[in-house]
């Protein structure tokens, strides 16, 4: 989950590692480091390093007091989220070898630490660190002692590595070279005219090259003004990379006169929604996956889909299992990706797994993938990042377009991600001859319509925002989400970004599990928000949810509701109602979620807290 930075080239070396820090800190923001390289003319090249737990403007302002006279030829930075070892200090990255002449950071967890820890304290290396990461840095230092060249020593230390990681070297007496390495986690390399980065994240140097190059698994790399970018396997094998090209530009990684990150990102969804739906229908009326390597036999021949993800991307898997119960009649279960290989599932070549990750390199979820393609499994991943480890690993890839997503707290990848599982439904109905192409087309309409209706929705959340602060006015310390059919899983995610923002206990629940037990959580004006189905489309299923805002307000509840225009019967029951555009039930979620997320901001904010960087949380979840 850490941001790391490598650079080689003319520029301020410092200047161009802060910067790349400053755009990745959404990735861990614990603490943060760098190690520089320095060729004073006429005197041997020498290593200096500066890391400060906490923010990355606490590291700034250390290295905002130091001389800049003398520019360093190469460095590397890092923004930890910790894993082995409290934020501090000294558990801040880099970490030295024994003897100071190499410096180390990495993304990722090295399982296999312990031993390795124990074998290098038994030849007398003393730790300054609690952390995994020190123990390749020291294995590094000694086999780069041995010849002098930081690639092969790379080469040597990744094949006794156990785990996921990405590492980023320097050595003091190789001033020009920056070596790097990933294994389950995420590393690229950005080409610029006689300069080149290394990076977890293209955001990093977006602002000084759109030429990248995508490394595959168990690779090394090594960038070096001399001799450019050389890529081999970890058997010491040359190899290569995948180049492209980032098609946003660094407007995108910045907040656009917006207060927050994530404010932005609420305002961008009807556009990221357009373009996850954009294109993904050919001449014949066929719905078009990004990377197909299955035939459409293979989708025929599904007789049972499993949907596997974590946190907010396991709700809009929940949504999906509706659409696409509904629309293909294959019995579909949802999973958290964490616990799926665990309880050892019943799956065979006849299975769909659907990977839902916006990163595309959540651990979890990966190694559920790789538990289901063992047991012959048929996978298709849903991601944001195109060439991420899990869309590489899969059978079929369809990609969102919702572009760099900064806030820890998902909201534009959770739209798109509904967006791309409601194609995914309609794509398996299709291929199997579920639904007439009318019927497909009908849905692809009110798809196409929604990005409007987002838009609609976020144009009218002032009355949202006015309710979340009379909330944080009055002390609330809890808040109830109900919601039945899709509504539940709006609940469930309205709820997760309350507790993520706010630091409030919020919990979701399925409206009718409320007299089962939730219902004693409610007193005297307890906020609860309900996901209020159409009147029109589930007529049953509002009249439940009715019976169930009366249920609470009989004990004292102030109810909020989220429901269709129009809707007289909940406004007559309801303290407060938020109106939404009318919309197909299945469909509903891409509107409802919108002033949940709205909510929370808005009370986050009211109560102070840092709505980009919420504590004890990261944006891309690396590591199991």
């Keep these: 989950m850490c941001g790391i930075v490598g650079y080689v080239g003319a520029r301020s070396v410092v200047d161009v590692v802060i910067d790349g820090l400053r755009r990745l800190e959404y990735r861990g923001y614990d603490s943060a480091g760098v190690a520089l390289v320095y060729q004073p003319e006429g005197a041997d090249p020498y290593l200096a390093f500066d890391k400060k737990a906490g923010k990355l403007a606490n590291l700034e302002a250390v290295l905002d007091g130091q001389d800049r006279s003398l520019e360093a030829s190469c460095g590397i930075g890092h923004t930890r989220w910790a894993t082995h070892g409290v934020p501090s200090d000294r558990n801040a ?66 094949a006794r590595l156990e785990g996921a990681f990405t590492l980023l070297a320097v050595a003091a007496d190789d001033p020009d070279t920056v070596v790097g390495a990933r294994r389950n986690s995420p590393l690229v390399v950005g080409l610029g005219d006689g300069e080149y980065f290394l990076a977890s994240d293209v955001a990093a140097f977006i602002a000084y090259t759109t030429d990248a190059v995508e490394l595959g698994q168990d690779q090394i790399v090594t960038i070096s003004r001399e001799s450019g970018i050389t890529v081999r396997g970890f058997d010491g094998k040359p190899s290569e990379g995948k180049p492209f090209s980032v098609d946003w530009d660094i407007a995108a990684a910045e907040k656009g006169g917006f207060e927050t990150f994530m404010r932005k990102e609420i305002n961008e969804q009807p556009t990221a929604v357009a ?12 719905i078009v996956l990004d990377e197909v390597r299955m035939s459409d036999q293979d989708f025929r021949d599904i007789d049972k889909v499993f949907i596997i993800a974590c946190g907010t991307s396991y709700h809009a898997g929940l949504v999906t299992k509706y659409a696409i119960e509904h629309w293909t009649r294959i019995p579909c279960e949802v999973e958290l990706a964490s616990e799926f290989r665990y309880r050892d599932p019943v799956l065979d070549r006849s299975t769909l797994v659907v990977a839902i990750s916006q990163s595309g390199e959540t651990m979890d979820t990966l190694m559920a993938v790789r538990h289901a393609k063992d047991q012959k499994a048929r996978v298709l991943s849903i991601s944001n990042t195109v060439g991420s480890t899990i869309p590489r690993e899969s059978d079929a890839v369809l990609y969102t377009r919702a572009g760099i997503e900064v806030a820890v707290a998902s909201t534009k990848a959770f739209l798109t991600q509904l967006a791309a599982c409601y194609l995914v439904g309609l794509h398996l109905a299709q291929v199997r001859g579920i639904k007439y192409a009318d019927e497909v087309s009908a849905v692809l309409d009110e798809l196409v319509a929604a990005p409007g209706k987002i838009a609609k929705v976020i144009e009218n959340l002032e009355p949202v925002r006015e309710m979340a602060r009379q909330c944080a006015a009055l002390g609330t310390d809890r808040v109830l989400f109900i919601g039945r059919h899709v509504g539940y899983p709006v609940a469930l995610e309205g709820a997760l970004k309350l507790k993520e ?59 909020i509701a989220i429901c269709e225009e129009g809707d007289r019967i909940t406004a007559a029951h309801a303290d407060f109602v938020f109106e939404t555009p009318a919309s197909p039930t299945l469909l509903s979620p891409l509107l409802t979620a919108v002033p949940l997320q709205e909510f929370a901001a808005e009370l986050a904010t009211a109560l102070g807290r840092d709505i980009d960087q919420p504590r004890n949380l990261a944006k891309s979840v690396t590591v199991e």
């Design 93 to 158: 990255h880099p970490h030295l070898s024994a003897d100071g002449r190499i410096a180390l950071i990495h993304n990722g967890i090295i399982e296999n630490f312990g031993q390795l820890r124990a074998e290098l304290e038994a030849d007398g290396v003393e730790f300054l660190s609690d952390t995994d990461t020190e123990v390749a840095a020291h294995l590094l230092g000694r086999e780069y002692a041995a010849d002098g060249d930081l690639t092969e020593a790379m080469t040597r230390v990744c």
């Design 275 to 286: 373009d996850t739906l954009r294109g993904r229908i050919d001449e014949t009326g066929q």
């Design 501 to 559: 923002l706010a630091y409030l206990h919020a919990e979701g629940f399925a409206a009718g599990e409320l007299k089962h037990g939730p219902i004693s959580l409610i007193e005297d004006g307890t906020p609860v928000i309900a996901i209020v189905p159409s009147p029109r489309g589930r007529s049953l299923l509002h009249d439940k949810i009715i019976s169930n805002i009366q249920e609470v307000k009989a004990r004292g509840a102030k109810v």
